[in-house]
């Protein structure tokens, strides 16, 4: 019996009057992209419009928490302001303890902006030992073991801010 993993929604929630941001790094593109693309399609199969949701990138993980809140300001300024915002990275464990610092870092920086931003920030950031485990959370590696993590951050997406929406 599989435990681990999401459960079943409480029900389903319609995204068709939300407007979602995605910002990833661009470290590790492969990974990142099938990452943002089942984030996309499992929000597009819950009502989000494809036209809000508005995709911005920044060059690493470490860059995400300022990239946001800047994101964030822009499209409030521009008038399209935001009812949430998935920050996406992809961490593969190095030789040195970079890994350890950025994720940590980063991390905590993304729980935190929440309170600054006023809205779901989704943790849309994988801290991986090996580029296999990567793969794996983006359903592409070879046997493909796992689900797409994408598809978990999309579904958490729409739930938090349709749920808990201004
Ligand atoms: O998004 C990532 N950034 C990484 N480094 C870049 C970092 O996020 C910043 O962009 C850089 O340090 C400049 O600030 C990574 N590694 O170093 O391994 C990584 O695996 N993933």
Redesign the pocket.
Known sequence: MAVKGLGKPDQVYDGSKIRVGIIH?R??SVIIDALVKGAIERMASLGVNEKNIIVETV?????LPWGTKRFVDRQAKLGEPLDVVIPI????K?STM??EY?SDSTTHALMNLQEKVDMPVIFGLLTCMTEEQALARAGIDASHSMHNHGEDWGAAAVEMAVKFGK
Do not use: T
């Not at 990275?89 to 593969?92: D, M, W």
């Open positions: 790094a470290w590790n060059p690493g993980s470490y860059e990275g992809v961490l593969i190095g970079h890994f950025i």
